[in-house]
Structures are given as C-alpha cells and as structure tokens.
C-alpha cells in the first residue's frame, strides 16, 4: 500500500502571500559617476555661454554645437545613471526616448526640438553619413534647449 505524498505546502501559499515584491517595487540603484557627468554637463553648457557671449572667433558655429550636444549628453546620461538607467545609444533621439522610458512626460515640449539636434550630424551609419553645420543665428535656440535640459534634470 503507498501513500500518497503531502502536497508542497510553500507551493500553496505563495498564491495567497502578501509579502512578495512586483516588479514596480524594484528599486534601481544609481550608476557610479552619475554626479561627474551632471557636473561635465554643467561645464560644457557654462564653456558654450561663455565662448557664445563673447564671441569668441576659435569657436564657431558648428564647434559651439558640438560643445552644446556635449553638454546635453553628459546632462541626460546623468540623469539617466542617477535613475540606474542608461541609454540605447547616444543619438538626441535615443537619449530624448530613454528620458520619455524613465520620467514619462518629464521633457515635455523639448523633446523634439532634442531629437532635431540630430540633423546637423547624422554620423552614426556610413552610407548615411551627413552633415550641415549649423548657422550662429541657430546657437541660441541650442543654449536655450540646454538651459531649459540642465534646470530640468537638477530638479
């Protein structure tokens, strides 16, 4: 004669438990570093101000984008590592979309004009590859993109 085997108790109550976690009750810990690129993003955005506000003849209009893309980058990538989040890839877009995935509805109206920071260098795929330097008259549109970026990430 057999007997039958008790049922897995720990099996059966997990059902009814209601002490597990869910995954909204994660917590992400912040990626090493988060603070130096805040930081950098800060010193990029002061250096575009500065060379912009005096005209400094060094820094043209295609490198004070490049200064202000650096800035926006080091900015978002801070945010995003505070969060414990990083980036697909380092295109205005994909950093714009990873702000949109992690602080839903937090860039508001700047996200596209972000995302249109990408047609001045298309530099990612060879057979694509384009660019068309911007003109000064664009750069304080871009400083004011930065600014309003770098207030929204320190809140």
Not at 21 to 33: A, C, H, L, T
Not at 46 to 57: D, E, L, S, V
Not at 67 to 89: C, D, R, T
């Amino acid at each position: 004669m057999t007997t039958a085997q008790p049922k897995n108790s720990d099996m059966a109550s997990t059902a009814f438990r209601t002490d597990l976690i869910g995954f909204s009750d994660i917590k992400f810990q912040s990626i090493k570093g988060w603070e130096e690129y805040l930081h950098e993003g800060d010193q990029y955005l002061t250096t575009a101000r500065n060379a912009f506000a005096g005209q400094r003849h060094a820094f043209t209009a295609e490198i004070l984008y490049n200064v202000i893309a650096m800035a926006i980058e080091k900015l978002v990538m801070g945010a995003l590592m505070q969060s414990g989040n990083l980036p697909y890839n380092h295109t205005m877009r994909d950093l714009a979309e990873a702000m949109e995935e992690h602080f839903p509805g937090r860039l508001g109206g700047i996200k596209d004009r972000l995302i249109s920071l990408d047609a001045y260098q298309e530099i990612c795929d060879l057979d694509t590859y384009h660019r068309q330097p911007p003109t000064m008259e664009e750069i304080p549109a871009m400083l004011n993109l930065a600014i309003e970026l770098q207030e929204l990430v320190s809140r």
